[in-house]
């Protein structure tokens, strides 16, 4: 076999092609392209930036809603809290109110029972004062009828004087 070497002209002709290309593709295919995978490489960073951003506001979103939740917590196990203080208070006056109100009728009661007993009494007392004098007037009546009787009664009450 027998190596043909090339010529002048095509070595010349191959080697302008060859520039002709690569100046060609440099001004109209590189240049797009480099550009294009710039941008895009550009927008990639952009996003991923973008993404970093999103989940750093995700974690204090998170954050905040979790204190939010917290504060509602507390809240409402304070406003629990005061409810039962309230309804215990209330309770309590009440049971308060009820007991005061309770030992005041007692006192009513007993104050009108004693009441009643005084009067009950003193009309007994009156009765038997004036039973008392309808007998001792129907007695003497009888015994100082006679006078002689009269006479010694006199008689008997003045020695008793004496």
């Known amino acids: 076999m027998e190596l ?3 010529g002048f002209g095509l ?17 109209f295919a590189w240049g797009p392209i480099l550009t294009a995978v710039k941008d895009r490489e550009e927008s990639i960073d952009n996003a991923l930036k973008s993404a970093e951003k999103a989940r750093e506001e995700m974690k204090n979103l998170q954050a905040d809603n979790e204190k939010i939740l917290a504060e509602a917590r507390a809240e ?3 406003m629990l809290k005061e409810g039962r203080e309230l309804r215990d208070k ?4 009440a049971k308060e109110a009820a007991k005061a109100e309770a030992e005041k009728m007692i006192e009513n009661a007993r104050e009108q ?5 005084r009067a009950a009494m003193t009309e007994l007392k009156n009765q038997v004062a004036a039973l008392s004098i309808d007998m001792a007037e129907k007695i003497l ?3 100082l ?3 002689k ?8 009450m003045l020695e008793d004087i004496k």
């Open 90 to 93: 209330t309770i309590d006056g």
């Open 11 to 27: 070595i010349f002709w191959t080697t302008l092609t060859f520039l002709l290309l690569v100046f060609l593709l440099k001004k």
């Open 145 to 147: 009828a006679d006078a």
């Open 4 to 6: 043909v070497t090339p």
């Open 76 to 78: 409402r196990d304070a």
């Open 113 to 117: 029972i004693e009441m009643q007993k």
């Open 149 to 156: 009787k009269q006479e010694a009664l006199i008689n008997e």
């Open 141 to 143: 009546r009888k015994e």
